[in-house]
């Protein structure tokens, strides 16, 4: 019901024994290895379409993104086939390692990977010259084939998440990636919303996830803002945001891939992660080195 509304690289696949559980026997990941020249020249991409500084809603709000754990945040443009993706990246689990959504650095359909990658810090720090020589990137296997029956989204959103890693650690705070968190949670969505700041300001949106009754990897994210679509994309859903790291604070529980208006309850849907998203962190941490 909630699907209604949404209708050569180095390969290296994580092949689990037989000695490990069955639970994590679907979790297969693709790794591709970035040159050390970078991939682009740096030079400025087009300015995303439909720009615009809208009205916060309820429950939105601009954090202060000078101060942890906002200062994890950072934007990423890419090119992926002739097309750019205007994208949100956060830092989990170490200060080199960024989340953000498959779609923004991998076709879904022949698996070409990513060939401009700029990253720039937020703030005053913008117009600074991108990194753009990412170490390595790992996406589900899954992101790349044919989309199951009765799945109407133009991509598989369940599998639309990809965990990049730096050169080098530039982040001294990073969140947390959850594991298999219960829902509905409350949660903070956050991203770089084109219609709220013209992808340029963090956004903090007020919700609900929810996990999807026939894909229970897919979540969708209820909340009261409109015109944050566009540039959410690869923004974390994280569970009780606070400065300090502990239990039950600054969880990632899934991210934004999409977005749509039913009626008039706006909606965010992407991957609510269950294990393969912590099983892909041990697979780069181990791969990429």
């Not at 709000?61 to 994208?87: E, Q, W």
């Not at 960024?98 to 076709?107: E, G, N, Y």
């Not at 529980?253 to 909606?267: A, V």
Request: with cysteine; hydrophobic share 40%; net charge negative.
């Amino acid at each position: 019901m909630l699907l209604s509304f949404m209708r050569a690289s180095a390969r290296v696949a994580l092949m689990l024994t037989m000695s490990m559980s069955a639970a994590f026997a679907q979790c297969d990941f693709d790794l591709f290895r970035g040159p050390e020249a970078g991939l682009g020249a740096g030079a400025p991409l087009a300015e995303p379409p439909g720009g615009g500084d809208g009205s916060l809603a309820q429950g939105t709000t601009f954090p202060d993104i000078s101060k942890p754990p906002y200062n994890v945040f950072r934007r990423l443009d890419t090119v992926v086939k002739g097309t750019t993706r205007y994208c949100t990246a956060q830092f989990v689990g170490r200060g080199d390692i960024l989340l953000t959504a498959a779609h923004c650095v991998r076709d879904n359909g022949d698996g070409t990977w990513v060939g401009d990658f700029q990253l720039r810090h937020l703030g005053n720090a913008e117009n600074e010259a991108p990194l753009t020589n990412p170490k390595c990137i790992a996406t589900p296997r899954g992101w790349v084939k044919p989309l199951p029956e009765g799945f109407g989204g133009r991509f598989f959103w369940p599998d639309d998440y990809a965990l990049v890693v730096l050169p080098s650690v530039t982040s001294d705070n990073f969140l947390q990636l959850g594991n298999e968190i219960d829902a509905p949670a409350d949660v903070f969505a956050y991203g770089l919303p084109v219609g709220l700041g013209h992808h340029r300001k963090l956004v903090e949106i007020t919700g609900q996830a929810a996990r999807d009754k026939d894909f229970a990897t897919l979540g969708v994210m209820t909340n009261k803002q409109s015109d944050a679509r566009l540039g959410m994309s690869g923004g974390a859903w994280v569970t009780r945001i606070g400065p300090v790291l502990d239990k039950t604070s600054n969880f990632v529980i899934g991210l934004s891939s999409t977005g749509s208006d039913d009626s008039g309850t706006f909606l965010l849907a992407g991957p609510y992660f269950d294990h393969c998203a912590a099983e892909m962190m041990r697979f780069i941490e181990q791969e990429c080195r």
